[in-house]
């Protein structure tokens, strides 16, 4: 069973930065591509960014191109989300994911998700 274990969020103030992890059980990075999607109440999740697990290549929603950087770590089976410049419209919970597709038009697996709250 693939499980994945979000950490690191928070509370920061606008402007401030936080490093979230994502700790992938099994051979999953050898398999998967690597995501972090985001969600607040009352919308539906959406894409933050993505890693490709052959060439690494990245890519990011518009939003957060720029200020976030997604990177993985084979050794130690862990991706994570620099996040910088921090807004209060980031303000969500986070959630890691993994999937057969780089542009993720389906999720194989799941995260249990992190808060983060931007708030001054």
């Known amino acids: 069973q693939v499980q994945l274990a979000e950490s690191g969020g928070g509370f920061v103030q606008p402007g401030e930065s936080l490093k979230l992890s994502c700790a992938a059980s099994g051979s999953i990075f050898s398999s998967y591509h690597m995501g972090w999607f985001r969600q607040v109440p009352g919308k539906e999740r959406e894409f933050v960014a993505a890693?490709?697990?052959?060439?690494?290549?990245?890519r990011y929603a518009d939003s957060v191109k720029g200020r976030f950087t997604i990177s993985r770590t084979n050794a130690k089976n862990t991706v994570y989300l620099q996040m910088d410049s921090l807004k209060p419209e980031d303000t969500a919970v986070y959630y890691c994911?993994?999937?057969?597709?780089?542009?993720?038009?389906?999720?194989?697996?799941w995260g249990q998700g992190t808060q983060v709250t931007v708030s001054s």
């Open positions: 890693i490709n697990w052959v060439t690494s290549t990245t």
């Open positions: 994911a993994a999937g057969n597709n780089y542009y993720f038009k389906s999720v194989n697996f």
